[in-house]
């Protein structure tokens, strides 16, 4: 019996790992649970749950909550209270932006398993994350549909036998729109994912394809591979959720129809696999498999963030952190979509730089893409 604690349990991903395991309660508890400011939905998961600790990252404890069983606590200490519970052997990390690495880096310095969907914490400090893995004995799993792919298609492999990753896109909503009208959709058209149901910073990021740049760097990070043996494809489908081409040109995939359930039941059981009771593939239903390459002019933040990934040092979480000011602001209808990938040029271009050796460092960076992407939106004609 393994205890998982959920950072990020109220959300998209959050709740499809509830479903894993109320499929495998032999196999997994939850020992940990927290939100952000939804109090309220976390108090109906600990009733059902019964962890040992609740936590709201921001905000009060609800009034009534806490029996004999659940201990609540409120605030970022008790997040990485939540991310180090010593009745936790893995910590699924599904928080989104920034706000995930520290606990992230709690969490593989206290030696858990860190099942990772909050890619952000590898974009923004990848070789710290590395760090704290190899010195406190932690280790990461994907929970990404796409790194998921991966790591399965490697099962086997030795070192040097990659030659390429080939990460799958869906393409978002607006893969097919005529690019003079994306300066007039609105976040109720980018939230409608054409493929995935999921949380909104993703599925904004899955449309402008920014998504697609951070997982090209959580991918060279997770498997050591350089970025120019990464490439990204678009896949209208999301079947095959990635590719690997091995050195004698054979070409692993992974397919399945696309639901987070499995990625996560992998990463919690890694390297077992668990019988689950899911929707079976059936090819024919799934139909045609189409593939077009990346758009790089329609999705200008896609190449934005790979650049970033390539310059390295504290640039990719400055491409991460203006993503998510200018993705707020585009979800607030303060910002047009075409905002998002111009407010990430602009502070990528105006930081001048240096290497995340530290935590403050990558802080500081982060910090300071906030502020610039801030003004630099507020100057910009109102949408
Ligand atoms: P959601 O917005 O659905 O859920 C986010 C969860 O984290 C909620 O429980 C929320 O609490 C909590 N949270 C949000 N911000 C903070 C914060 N600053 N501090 C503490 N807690 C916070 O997101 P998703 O589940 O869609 O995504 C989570 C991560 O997984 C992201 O990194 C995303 O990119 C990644 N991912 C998601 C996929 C998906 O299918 N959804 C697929 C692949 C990756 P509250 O409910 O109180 O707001």
Redo the contacts with the bound molecule.
């Keep these: 019996m393994k205890g998982v604690a959920i950072?990020?349990?109220?959300?998209?991903?959050?709740t499809?790992a509830l479903a894993v395991l109320d499929q495998h309660p032999e196999r997994f508890r939850a020992v940990a649970l927290?939100?952000?400011?939804?109090g309220p939905?976390?108090q109906v998961l600990a009733a059902r749950y019964r962890p040992a600790l609740a936590v709201?990252?921001?905000g009060e404890v609800p009034s009534g909550a806490g029996d004999g069983t659940t201990a609540w606590r409120a605030g970022r200490e008790a997040?990485l209270e939540a991310a180090t519970h010593p009745d936790a052997d893995i910590v699924l990390n599904?928080?989104?932006?920034a706000?995930?690495l520290e606990p992230t880096l709690a969490a593989l310095r206290a030696g858990k398993r860190v099942a990772l969907?909050?890619?952000?914490s590898l974009v923004c400090a990848g070789p710290l994350v590395l760090a704290a893995a190899e010195r406190g004995g932690g280790e990461l799993v994907p929970?990404?549909?796409e790194h998921s792919a991966i790591l399965q298609c490697l099962a086997g492999a030795r070192a040097g036998d990659v030659r390429r990753l080939l990460l799958t896109a869906s393409g978002g909503p607006f893969r097919e729109l005529p690019p003079e009208r994306l300066a007039h959709v609105t976040p109720g058209d980018a939230l409608r994912h054409p493929t995935?149901?999921?949380?909104?910073?993703?599925?904004i990021?899955s449309a402008t394809l920014a998504?697609k740049a951070?997982e090209v760097i959580e991918a060279h990070f997770l498997f050591g591979v350089p970025y120019e043996r990464i490439e990204a494809v678009v896949h209208p489908q999301s079947i095959v959720h990635s590719m690997v081409e091995m050195v004698d040109g054979s070409v692993l995939a992974q397919m399945g129809f696309p639901t987070?359930e499995i990625p996560i039941l992998y990463a919690l059981a890694y390297p077992e696999r668990l019988p689950y009771d899911t929707r079976r593939f059936d090819p024919v239903a799934a139909g045609a498999l189409t593939f077009e390459p990346v758009r790089t002019e329609r999705f200008p933040a896609f190449a934005l963030g790979v650049q970033a990934g390539l310059t390295g040092g504290t640039a990719p979480a400055v491409f991460n952190a203006a993503n998510e000011v200018a993705v707020a602001e585009f979800l607030a209808g303060r910002a047009p979509f075409p905002g998002i990938a111009a407010a990430i040029g602009h502070a990528l271009s105006a930081w001048s730089g240096g290497p995340a050796a530290s935590l403050d460092d990558v802080l500081h960076a982060d910090a300071w893409a906030r502020r610039t992407t801030t003004e630099y939106l507020s100057r910009q004609a109102p949408c």
């Design positions: 950072l990020g349990a109220t959300g998209s991903i959050g499809s927290t939100a952000h400011r939804n939905a976390l709201v990252a921001d997040l599904a928080l989104v932006g706000a995930g969907a909050n890619k952000e929970v990404d549909s995935w149901a999921m949380g909104a910073k993703v599925t990021d998504n951070l987070m």
